[in-house]
Nanobody, 122 residues
Framework: VQLVESGGGLVQAGGSLRLSCVDS????????MAWYRQAPGKEREFVAA????????YYADSAKGRFTISRDNAKNTVSLQMNSLKPEDTAVYYC????????????????WGQGTQVTVSS
């Protein structure tokens, strides 16, 4: 697994961004994929996860109703559509893969991307 994120940037509050993550080694399609984020001075936190089939998703409370995680296994990608962005969403967003087949609410990623910066201005 080798994950590369893209799509970050600067957006005004209330705006939208779509993050994408591709597995350049084309091995992540059989595993749970997820998004995490880390704001300055804070610990990395879970945002959303999706099962390997795409049939199940799980979101942090902060993401529910505003963010949507999806995947395209044919393209080895996972995406995060972020709407109604708030300044507190500002963070580096990381794509992650968990190769164990556990509950989406208790994933423990073992592969990480390098991150993409999202900045939401007020």
């Amino acid at each position: 697994v080798q994950l590369v994120e893209s799509g970050g940037g600067l957006v005004q509050a209330g705006g939208s961004l779509r993050l994408s993550c591709v597995d350049s080694r084309r091995t992540a399609s059989s595993y749970t994929m997820a998004w995490y984020r880390q704001a300055p001075g804070k610990e990395r936190e879970f945002v959303a996860a999706i099962s390997w089939t795409g049939g199940s998703t799980y979101y942090a409370d902060s993401a529910k109703g505003r963010f949507t995680i999806s995947r395209d296994n044919a393209k080895n990608t996972v995406s995060l559509q972020m709407n109604s962005l708030k300044p507190e969403d500002t963070a580096v967003y990381y794509c992650a893969v968990d190769t164990a087949y556990g509950s989406l609410s208790r994933i423990s990623p073992n592969y990480w991307g390098q991150g993409t910066q999202v900045t939401v201005s007020s």
